[in-house]
Nanobody, 116 residues
Framework: QVQLVESGGGLVQPGESLTLSCIAS????????MGWYRQTPGKKREFVAS???????KYAESVKDRFTISGDAAKKMVSLQMSNLKPEDTANYLC??????????WGQGTQVTVSS
């Protein structure tokens, strides 16, 4: 069983930066891809960014050029550096590990609030 634990969320003002981290524990499936989704109440979960072993990072159009995802396989960790945050970035950010055929592990999420 894999557990994903996120950290780094908080309250920031528009234009500020924040870095989220996700640490995985357990026996990780081979060829997995880790990433971030976000969700606000009443809305569908939205893809933010992902990175796989040996693959190029992928980003949602809404965060491209502002967010940077990076992974550390040895530490079983993935980070999301978020800059120039906007109020519309406010959401619960969930760490995701995708593997196999449509299988996923999810973290509990960390709240990011962007407000003046």
């Amino acid at each position: 069983q894999v557990q994903l634990v996120e950290s780094g969320g908080g309250l920031v003002q528009p234009g500020e930066s924040l870095t989220l981290s996700c640490i995985a524990s357990g026996t990780l499936p081979r060829d997995n891809e880790m990433g971030w989704y976000r969700q606000t109440p009443g809305k569908k979960r939205e893809f933010v960014a992902s990175i796989g072993s040996g693959g190029s990072p992928k980003y949602a159009e809404s965060v491209k050029d502002r967010f940077t995802i990076s992974g550390d396989a040895a530490k079983k960790m993935v980070s999301l550096q978020m800059s120039n945050l906007k109020p519309e970035d406010t959401a619960n950010y969930l760490c995701n590990m995708a593997y196999g055929w449509g299988r996923n592990y999810w973290g509990q999420g960390t709240q990011v609030t962007v407000s003046s």
